[in-house]
T-cell receptor, first 117, second 117 residues
C-alpha cells in the first residue's frame, strides 16, 4: 500500500492567488512527521514545512501552511499569494519515528504546480 | 556554500559499464541517505548511513549496487554492470544528529542524473 498519496499530477494557479496541494498518508505508527518539499527543474529538493503527528496546531512557514487533519490522514499544503517562482514539483513525504525505518522518508508522486501571470 | 554537494551532476554511460557517484554531506551531519528518483515518481529510499555504518538497505539496492561512507564523511554509490533501468536521478541527503528541532529534516543535494544508453 502506498504510504503517501498525491492525487493531483498537475495544478494551475494565477499569480497572487492561493492554491492547495493534496496529500493523504497511511501509517500505523502513532509518532510520525509530515514534510513538504519543493523540487524546481534544477532537481534539488527544498524543505518547506513540517508537521509532527502530536502537534496540536497546523504548521505555518511564511506563505506556506499545512492543513493537518489527523483523523482523515491528510496533510494538505496551502500556498498563499502564489508567485511565478513557486512553479515547481511539490512532494509530500512522511517519516515514521518508531520501528526500524531509521528516519527514511516516504514520498508521494508529486504535484507539478504552474503559476501563471 | 555549505550545502550537500554531489558529483557528477550528470553521467551518461553505456550499458554494462560501472559508475560511481559521490556525495559530500553538510559537515557534522552524521546521517546520510541515498534515494533514487525515476521520471514522474517521487524519490525512493536506497540506503542509510549513520556515521560510517551502513544501517539500512532497501530491496531496491540490488547486488550491483554498493555504497560506502569511509570515516563517516563523504559517501560513494557505485553501480556495476549498469542497465537501462538504472537511468534515474540519484539524490543524496544528510541529516544532523537528533536535536531539539522537531523537524530534524533531511537536506538534499542537487542529485546526479544517470543516463544508461
Amino acid at each position: 500500500a502506498q504510504k503517501i498519496t498525491q492525487t493531483q499530477p498537475g495544478m494551475f494557479v494565477q499569480e497572487k492567488e492561493a492554491v492547495t496541494l493534496d496529500c493523504t498518508y497511511d501509517t500505523s505508527d502513532p509518532s510520525y512527521g509530515l514534510f513538504w518539499y519543493k523540487q524546481p527543474s534544477s532537481g534539488e529538493m527544498i524543505f518547506l514545512i513540517y508537521q509532527g503527528s502530536y502537534d496540536q496546531q497546523n504548521a505555518t512557514e511564511g506563505r506556506y501552511s499545512l492543513n493537518f487533519q489527523k483523523a482523515r490522514k491528510s496533510a494538505n499544503l496551502v500556498i498563499s499569494a502564489s508567485q511565478l517562482g513557486d512553479s515547481a514539483m511539490y512532494f509530500c513525504a512522511m517519516r515514521e519515528n518508531r520501528g526500524s525505518t531509521l528516519g527514511r522518508l516516504y514520498f508521494g508522486r508529486g504535484t507539478q504546480l504552474t503559476v501563471w501571470p | 556554500d555549505t550545502g550537500v554537494s554531489q558529483d557528477p551532476r550528470h553521467k551518461i554511460t553505456k550499458r554494462g559499464q560501472n559508475v560511481t557517484f559521490r556525495c559530500d554531506p553538510i559537515s557534522e551531519h552524521n546521517r546520510l541517505y541515498w534515494y533514487r528518483q525515476t521520471l514522474g515518481q517521487g524519490p525512493e529510499f536506497l540506503t542509510y548511513f549513520q556515521n560510517e555504518a551502513q544501517l539500512e538497505k532497501s530491496r531496491l539496492l540490488s547486488d550491483r549496487f554498493s555504497a560506502e561512507r569511509p570515516k563517516g564523511s563523504f559517501s560513494t554509490l557505485e553501480i556495476q554492470r549498469t542497465e537501462q533501468g538504472d537511468s534515474a536521478m540519484y539524490l543524496c541527503a544528510s541529516r544532523p544528529p537528533a536535536t531539539g528541532t522537531p523537524s530534524n529534516e533531511q537536506f538534499f543535494g542537487p542529485g546526479t542524473r544517470l543516463t544508461v544508453l
